[in-house]
């Protein structure tokens, strides 16, 4: 990577300068929130958060009965709190000046979690009244999350008083997403991914207000999930430990649905499926071709009705991944019984793939989900797919225009742009990718659901997998959240924004890398976190 000259150094310097001073002062002229709202005004006036800030959710038509909206408002407040030990004493500053509470009112009674939901709200701050409180309003509980997320933002640590202090008051934040889908894939096959992992994920992925956990469960290498339909498929993990139970992925979806996350389970077939056979070896094509799975025998689809069965009473989220991306059909050719089978049934390798795509497809409709399968699928016989089918792009740019002008739903995720593993992709590139490049009719606009950054897990485990992710996904997740109009289309305009979450992230115990450099890289040289 290029460095920095020292002119440069001294010039970015100052800006930190700048920005540490005002982040201290009552007088801050940055905005510094990430994403950026649709809509935000803000004045000069400062208030202190109470040492006893409460939640208030009077009028609310939300009977929060499992706690939810409690346990957001608390964590919300606890990330500002953790920052630094608090000794200032609320009550004994000037009432008029401290904030006592937000008060949060949902209009819809429901906690579903779905695609699609409402996740708009309204953040007002004032800069007096008795007794002083914040007020949220939203539509769902989960658009109040955000509103909170953004409410963290805020809240700062002031150094003089060892209190939290909100400046900029009165704010008026009016925000909704620009896409239902804001994604991040998650690879448990290639490297397993302990539990308290995949949660600290979760949480810093609501700081930047992404939505769906992709969980890519399995692939060639291991099969780590248990399986009560077919309990000798885990028997592709790496090893005992390496596993996850039924009830740790109840508590994975339910860890997230709390956080307004939707967790998107994936089974890729009929590639990268060959840890499956370490359980049931009839589904490898041969001891010695072991890969995709043995399209001839009937086992195969039983099986996989067997997971999506299990599947649907733990992913209750509309979609199921079904892969899909990959495929080499040169083991059932030169596999002797399947070989004869496809002759028999008049079908090539790529009919042969047809139809063991679509026929999964039909499997997942029966239990009631959608499908989200890679572009290959659609580039091979894309009028075939489901009219259920999300296309998900992955090979390169361009493909969104293909998949909506055919009137299917699409994701992006083009690899040379959104792959947290690619780590010469740099967060200019992550910032810049626009998913509706060269899609202009608002009815194919409106197909694509959003996009995904993705970290496979070739070189990634419990190490580096934070750093990995962070602070790139947040580029992408501003970009999938942001008004269009909003977003600066030079990406170097938000550096010194990006700079400061990805510092927040830090503060929160988020292992973000520094921004330049290669993805993942280790800081510079000496210096402030802003610098990076
Ligand atoms: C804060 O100040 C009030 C009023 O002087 C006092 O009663 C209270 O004990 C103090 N609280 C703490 C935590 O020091
Ligand atoms: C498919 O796999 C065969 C056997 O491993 C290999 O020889 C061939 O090059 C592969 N084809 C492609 C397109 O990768
Ligand atoms: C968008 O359209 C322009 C002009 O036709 C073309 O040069 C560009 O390659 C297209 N971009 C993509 C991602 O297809």
Redesign the pocket.
Known sequence: MRRRTGVERIVLCFFVYLLVISADGADIKKLNLWPMPKSVSYGHGTLYLS?DFKLNTKGSKFFDASGILKDAFLRSIDVVRATHVIEA????IDASLVLKGIHIVVFSPSDELQHGIDESYHLHIPAQGNPLYAHLEAQTVYGAFHGLQTFSQVCHFDMKSRGIMVHQVPWTIVDQPRFSYRGLLIDTSRHYQPLPVIKKVIDSMTYAKLNVLHWHIVDTQSFPLEIPSYPKLWNGAYSMSERYTIADAVEIVSYAKKRGINVLAEIDVPGHAQSWGVGYPSLWPSADCKEPLDVSNEFTFKLIDGILSDFSKIFKYKFIHLGGDEVNTSCWQSTPHVRTWLRRHGMDGSKAYQYFVLRAQKIALSHGYEIINWEETFNNFGSKLSRKTVVHNWLGSGVAQQVVKAGLRCIVSNQDKWYLDHLDALWQDFYTNEPLTNITDPRQQALVLGGEVCAWGEHIDASDIEQTIWPRAAAAAERLWTSYEKLAKDPEQVRGRLSYFRCLLNQRGVAAAPLDGLGRAAPEEPGSCYLQ
């Not at 004493?89 to 004994?92: A, G, L, R």
Request: aromatic share 0%; hydrophobic share 0%.
């Open positions: 040492n004493n609320t009550s004994k």
